[in-house]
């Protein structure tokens, strides 16, 4: 099985940091917790720069470039197919975009793009971006109409919504692990890399680590929330260690 890479997402530690103020340099530091989940086992880390601003902001977004630049660790940027975001991420050139719909009264990024909807516009987006060299994927549903969307407007790598799969018990959450694994192995065959993310946590990973053609994982709210326990480095380790087995 190819190696699952795993992508921490730190939008949280700004949340935390904007309950008291909103600068790049107060505390908790964004740059620490990256380096923390980096010594845990990450392999790049995610953040989401949402049209409100409500977590990561511009200067978070121009701080944490400059600092893992540095350290050579691969960045992953969720945005909005606008042309605002856009132009940031040609300009920030992170290693990854992850495009994502986004609504500005939703809690979190509630469900997958509509690609069948969006199609040529947002095939637009992601050419111009795959252009300047940066990798790009999209956040849909485990849906075979969109991955075979996503699959046409040219992006790099599709990634798949487990939030449903996470919030479902019993028989309806087998059937949201099936559509998660039919989804994968359609996309994989189709030459798209894999990912899958939202709502992840100790016990809901291990069956989606297992699915053969996912090689990526985005995970944040959990782990960012476990950290208040155990430790950001702690937090990861133990997702790792958990993804590890599920693999093998
Ligand atoms: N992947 C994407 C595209 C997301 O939008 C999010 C949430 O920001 C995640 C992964 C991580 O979800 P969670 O915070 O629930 O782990």
Known sequence: MPQLRLGINIDHVATIRNARKRHPLAHPDLTRAAEAAIAGGADSITF???EDRRHVMDEDVRRLMGYLKQRAIPVNLEMAATAEM???????????????PEKRREVTTEG?????????KLAT???RLAASGIRVSLFINPDLQQVAAAYA????????????YCEAKGAAQKRE????????EEAH????????????????????????EIVELNIGHFLIGEAVFIGLEHAVRRMRTIM????T
Do not use: F, M, W
């Open 48 to 50: 989401h720069l949402r």
């Open 86 to 100: 856009e132009s940031i991420a040609l300009k920030s050139k992170p290693h990854a975009v992850c495009l994502v």
């Open 112 to 120: 997958g793009l509509d690609i069948l909807r969006g199609g040529r």
């Open 125 to 127: 987006t992601v050419n």
């Open 153 to 164: 407007s040219g992006a790099a790598a599709i990634e798949l919504h487990t939030g449903a």
């Open 177 to 184: 692990l099936k559509r998660l694994q039919r989804a994968a």
């Open 189 to 212: 065959a189709l030459g798209l890399e894999v990912h899958a993310g939202h709502g992840l946590n100790y016990a809901n990973t291990p069956a989606i680590a297992a699915i053969p």
């Open 244 to 247: 590890g087995k599920a693999r």
